[in-house]
Each structure stands twice: as C-alpha cells, then as structure tokens.
C-alpha cells in the first residue's frame, strides 16, 4: 500500500435518521456509532410529529435502535436486522464507500 493510500482520511457521509412518532414526547437515536449513549443523539420532532437526527457516519454497518419514551424500538422504515445480546433484534444500515 503506498503512503498516499494509508494517510487517506475515512470519508464520512451526513446521514439522517428519521422515526414517526407523533405521540412521543422524546426520542434518542443510539447506536453503536455513538456507543449507544443516550446523551449523544437526541432527536428533534418537526411539525408533522417526525422526529429526525442527521450524524456523520463512516462507511461499514452501523447497528442503532431508537429509545422513545424509555422504550426501545427498531426503524420500522428499515427491514435490515440482526440479532443482540439482549435477544431483540437491531436495525442495521450498510453505508457505502463514496
């Protein structure tokens, strides 16, 4: 691998998550991108109750659950799951190199 290759910098990419959730009084995305801390990313609900968080993630597989209300909840608008430790399931997304 030449110097130039290994001294690339990881291109991040803007990516926003959103959840429908009109009833909610507080959402917080958490994933392994953030170390799952709920202080990280809390979410802000628009008008129509939709509740979005845009972060910079690098490229890979990224694992994330939405915390609403104290409760945990998989992106209903992501059918992409695995497995946790705690026998649920978290949604995933693949970001791709740009």
Excluded at 60 to 71: A, I, M, P, S
Aim: aromatic content about 10%.
């Amino acid at each position: 691998m030449s110097k130039a290759k290994s001294k690339q910098k990881i291109k991040r990419r803007r990516w926003t998550f959103s959840l429908n959730a009109a009833e909610a009084k507080e959402v917080v995305l958490m994933g392994d991108f953030n170390n799952w801390s709920p202080e990280k990313h809390p979410m802000q609900r628009d008008e129509n109750g939709m509740w979005n968080k845009a972060v910079m993630l690098s490229p890979g597989n990224h694992e994330y659950k939405f915390l609403v209300d104290g409760q945990w909840r998989e992106d209903p608008r992501n059918d992409h799951l695995c497995p946790n430790c705690f026998g649920t399931y978290n949604s995933v997304i693949k970001l791709p190199e740009a």
